[in-house]
Antibody
């Protein structure tokens, strides 16, 4: 059974870079059938797609975050990572990683990691 | 970007009720729509994809319908474990993906 687990600092200072890693277990991140995505949810608010990556390193980003986001993949560790630069309090959120099929018309997120809360505060 | 608008944003219902949640897209998205259920402190869980196809293991009291711009999620007989927040997500504009703002179903 595929599982995803987010990890990283729970507190980041304003203007610094948020860094998170998602570890995939029970399956290979190098599958040709899937992208791997990051989604976030500010406290009490809705879901926002951040970006997605293929095992080859091909990426797609939400245009509203594109200038600050970098997603990378490490196939040797079965992990992918998120970096969000110049963070502000508005970036405080629960960050989720999830799997996303590549096949058109199948582009929903399943499964999801449990999520990790990142707070931006000095 | 395609905007997804859910209504209502929240409502109260009783166990056994039939409830319907609406999701509207800012432009036509064919049937490229998924529904998720999220309980407090938990990750979203996929319920329905392709607007009306039930994910494996999801109870049959859940159903989805619609195409184009208007979609509905129906719970035929609300159970205690169904009190949660529900989100729609469009994937017509893949790789750009957007979610609705959520509908919270509370106990009356």
């Amino acid at each position: 059974q595929l599982q995803l687990q987010e990890s990283g600092p729970g507190l980041v200072k304003p203007s610094e870079t948020l860094s998170l890693t998602c570890t995939v277990s029970g399956g290979s991140i190098s599958s040709s059938s899937y992208y791997w995505g990051w989604i976030r949810q500010p406290p009490g608010k809705g879901l926002e797609w951040i970006g997605s990556i293929y095992y080859s390193g091909s990426t797609y980003y939400n245009p509203s975050l594109k200038s600050r986001v970098t997603i990378s993949v490490d196939t040797s560790k079965n992990q992918f990572s998120l970096k969000l630069s110049s963070v502000t309090a508005a970036d405080t959120a629960v960050y989720y990683c999830a799997r996303l099929p590549t096949l058109e018309q199948y582009n929903w997120f399943d499964p999801w990691g449990q999520g990790t809360l990142v707070t931006v505060s000095s | 970007a395609i905007r997804m608008t859910q209504s209502p944003s929240s409502f109260s219902a009783s166990t056994g009720d039939r409830v319907t949640i609406t999701c509207r897209a800012s432009q036509g998205i064919s049937s490229y729509l998924a529904w998720y259920q999220q309980k407090p402190g938990k990750a979203p869980k996929l319920l329905i994809y392709a607007a009306s196809t039930l994910q494996s293991g999801v109870p049959s009291r859940f159903s989805g319908s619609g195409s184009g711009t208007d979609f509905t999620l129906t719970i035929s007989c609300l159970q205690s474990e169904d009190f949660a927040t529900y989100y729609c997500q469009q994937y017509y504009s893949y790789p750009a993906l957007t979610f609705g703002g959520g509908t919270k179903v509370e106990i009356k």
